[in-house]
């Protein structure tokens, strides 16, 4: 096996790249069948396929297996034996918002979109495009109970702004609690300063987006009744975005550490009818796991970080496996711009801590951070239908030693290690 | 696909698993090593010598006292045999920059004791004082296998005090110190002014000449200093000897007027910032010279020059253009960390492959975590650089044997060789590998407990019945 004894040999398949033919070169070009071939296929949702190969049309995996038919014009990468993975999926970003994450001026604020502070030209979206990453949750920071409305972008470095934006990703929000909130408001002497605080401030506004929907759903009702005085009520954004959380419209991804904060959280989505998709960090998962799984709550969670602050001194690095085990869905991410650029490892690292097997491992940072995300029907594993999200891998991913050596998003080439100057196919230094 | 091998000790017969047992009802660990403890049959990456396949390693009274292939080595008759079959066992890891025992929860201030911000120039501040041998952390970093490490404050002062040099169990502070101010940090990366505000700024130093000038300054004043205490040495044994003839005087005349006499000569008043300076303005000790960029890297070297410091380079990270001129000066370089972002024009790789990069140079490196509650991570520092290019012996030698020389304590450190203090590693396999588990640590010849507040807290909750 590759991952403990042949160091020498990644060392030199390193250097000496597979060279394939170049395409997708040209922005808006028309995708192109492609074929990859001789990859140890590893497909997160039915096991390995050593010697395997995988058709893409149209930007999505249309075939794949020991063998496929492929039309004889398609484009063939040969992979030279090396690893092919789903592309990695952060479920808790905040690279590319230029430092706009926060807007701390009020703890709740529901309506700000992140979307607008969306920074397409980071380069930190390639930089995590070079470790493997394809689809990214850009999530509003912790300083609110409740932020804003988070972006889903694919880590298309070097196309438009719109082309980068995961297309019909739902919606997401994110809640925070703990530390965070009362560090920043009760700094300045405001409401909240305590755990106390936090909530109520909470409860508050689903109160208030309750009276805000019924008023809403009294005047709909008049209307399709035909009640020509019907007047409409004043629109609120704020409002008309938690309206929507207690709707099921938008899914509630959670920044939270202590685990009687997450029963709290727990009992408070069902007082307001919401469910939660996702509690984020969740260092003391761990403890609780049972209610997570029971109220089918997934976590996003780092491998190994702790006692950065009070809330992170009970952070176990088994913390994943534990709840994995209780039947938790489990997501490792990054939360920084740093961590995002070898995911692969932070997740093998539950290999290490409890026992992960490889698939439970790769599942981290692929299929369930894209049901995190609420795209695992689009990316996350290598089936057929799915978008043609890949990794080609210079070694085992699942260790120190394995980098990207071609990433393709939709089916194009957006990061090749041999390219000179970037490494991007689709970026131009000095543009 | 990967499989992990089964655990030689799987079985209830297993030796090291009884070991393993016993080790835990040692609440802390002891000071001397009871009876010689034989690895046997493990896998011996000795760092200095190769790799000894089935190999065996003898440790008495605190040192490897052999270490060879199986054929070849005696086992001492009473010596406690651990058979590490399917193991690989490897030198006690070496983090060349941590801040192990200054810190407890990073966001609770009443648990830092990082850096003294009051002033720039605080080489008389010693981590030795602060540091804290029960930190909770301190475990934590030993059960991957980290058994020394450089204790040094944070870099927010140019010269923000005086580094230690640590071993990872023991039975107290001034066990664990195996050396105190053993070395200096002199930073230059332009995070150090704290006072900036252009026109706005009110306190003297604001800029990055501010800061040289000051750092100057008191270079300068080191050596007004330690003139005029070479002066006083001087006049003192003027004095006595002056004394001794006066009393021959005395006896040979009479007891005339002491018009002559010299007084005694008063000593200068102390002062413990220049003292502090001394040693290394004598080139006793060792400087840490941080900088990031070609910039700041060559300014900084020109003021250690100015003084004729020994130095070591910290960091570099974005120095790749001048790594010929790096080179040139003939200096270790604690590299890193190679996580550090690349800035806006470098490649996404540029930090990555630093390591390999100065090697390919002939200079000789090491790793720091640069941390303390991710000390544990080294090793995983160390494999990722050979991604990049970095032949993998010289990475594991990079948090091993370099870092010993580096530190001076290579007679002790860093190899498996007779010897050297019996630091070393049992795991079951690669240790550059984020997946390697390591199994036993003997910090100077005796088990480590392998347990800390994590593995107690994970224990706790997965008993049965309790969620």
Redesign the interface.
Known sequence: MLNCVSLTVWLTTALALASAAAFGQSEGAAHHDVVIKNAIVMTVTHGNIANGSIYIKDGKIAAVGETVNAPASATVIDAGGKYLTPGIVDSHSHIALDDDVNEATSPITPHMMMKDAFDYQDKAIYRALAGGVTTSLLLHGSANMIGGQAVVIKHKYGATRDEMLFPNAPRSIKFASGENPKRVYGSRDQLPSTRMGNFAVQRQALVEAQDYMREWDNYNEKVKRGDKDASPPKHDLKLEALADVLRGKIMVQIHIYRSDEMLTEIAMAKEFGYKIRAFHHALEAYKVADQLAANDIAIATFSDWWGYKQEAWDAIPWNATLSMRKGVRVAIKSDSEDYTRRLNQEAAKTMRYGGATEEEALKMITLNPAWIVGVDDRVGSIDVGKDADLVIWNGYPLSSYGVPEKVLIDGDVYFDRSQPGLGTTHYKEGE | ????NKPAWSGHSCPLLLTLLLALTFSTPALAQDRPVVLRGGKLLTVSHGVIENGVIVMQAGKIAAVGPASSVNVPSGAQVIDVTGMTVYPGLIDSETQLGLT?????DMTNDLVEMSDEIMPHMHTAEAFHAESA?IPVARMNGITNAVVAPESGDTLPGQDSFIQLAGANATEMLLLRDNAMPLNFTGDQRRNKGGFGARKFPSTRMGLAAQLRQAFLDAQDYKMKWTDYERKKVDFAATKDKDKDKDKDKDKDTNKDKKSEPLPPKRDLKLEALLPYLEGKKTIVLAAEGPSDLQTAVSLANEFKLKFVLNHISHSKPVLDYVASLKVPVIVGPI?E??K?DE???TVYSLPAQLYKRGVKIVFASYS???V??L??QA??A????L??DEALKAITLNAAEVWGVADQLGSLDAGKTANVVVAN??P??????VKQVFIAGREVPMTDR??Q??DE??KKGK?
Do not use: C, W
């Open positions: 696909m990967m499989r992990r407890e929860i990073s966001a609770e952390l996580y972002a690349p806006e490649r996404y790789d303390a509650h991710n544990r991570n090793p995983d494999g990722f050979t991604a990049f290019g032949p993998y396999g690669d550059l590998d984020v997946k390697t588990d994590q593995v807290l994970r909750y997965s969620n």
